[in-house]
């Protein structure tokens, strides 16, 4: 599987503060890196795993972007740390059995969509008429 996920800090000051005390619970450095954005983001990467910064992005002043999973067949498993540098470049399209997106673009068709759906003159709301009336009583 290969994993994506995009983040945008929108505030700052709250991802220093998650900084400050990861490096405060860090007896041994007293660097400081903390101070800056790319610091911070450094120290919070390092500290928390992917999949928790994904659940917690918002406390940690994130807000998610977009974000792909691609679940790729292989006939042999890579060698440790072989795809490292350029994780997504050795997939071949051939292999993926199965891609989830995640985007705002998609929120945004889906809610044309809907509204679409609403406003289609096509649609019947008598249809339900034609259906018969649920029997409580019988199980």
Same mark, same amino acid.
């Given at each position: 599987?290969?994993?994506?996920?995009?983040?945008?800090?929108?505030?700052?000051?709250? &991802?220093?503060? @998650?900084?400050?005390?990861? +490096?405060?619970?860090?007896?041994?450095?007293?660097?400081?890196?903390?101070?800056?954005? @790319?610091?911070?983001? !450094? &120290? $919070?990467?390092?500290?928390?795993?992917?999949?928790?910064?994904?659940?917690? @992005?918002? +406390?940690? !002043? &994130?807000?998610? !972007?977009?974000?792909? $999973?691609?679940?790729?067949?292989?006939? +042999?498993?890579?060698?440790?740390?072989?795809? $490292?540098?350029?994780?997504?470049?050795?997939?071949?399209?051939?292999? =993926? =059995?199965?891609?989830?997106? =995640?985007?705002?673009?998609?929120?945004?068709?889906?809610?044309?969509?809907? $509204?679409?759906?609403?406003?289609?003159?096509? &649609?019947? +709301?008598?249809?339900?008429?034609?259906?018969?009336?649920?029997?409580?009583?019988?199980?």
């Amino acid at each position: 599987m290969l994993i994506r996920r995009d983040y945008a800090v929108v505030e700052p000051q709250r &991802l220093r503060a @998650h900084a400050q005390r990861i +490096e405060a619970a860090d007896d041994d450095e007293s660097t400081e890196t903390s101070g800056t954005v @790319h610091g911070a983001l !450094g &120290l $919070l990467f390092g500290e928390f795993e992917p999949d928790e910064i994904a659940s917690r @992005h918002t +406390e940690f !002043g &994130l807000e998610e !972007g977009d974000s792909t $999973l691609w679940v790729a067949a292989s006939d +042999e498993p890579a060698e440790p740390g072989e795809w $490292l540098e350029s994780p997504f470049e050795q997939v071949d399209p051939q292999q =993926v =059995v199965c891609r989830f997106d =995640v985007s705002a673009v998609f929120d945004d068709e889906d809610l044309e969509d809907d $509204l679409d759906d609403e406003l289609d003159p096509s &649609l019947d +709301e008598d249809e339900d008429e034609d259906l018969d009336p649920l029997d409580a009583t019988t199980r």
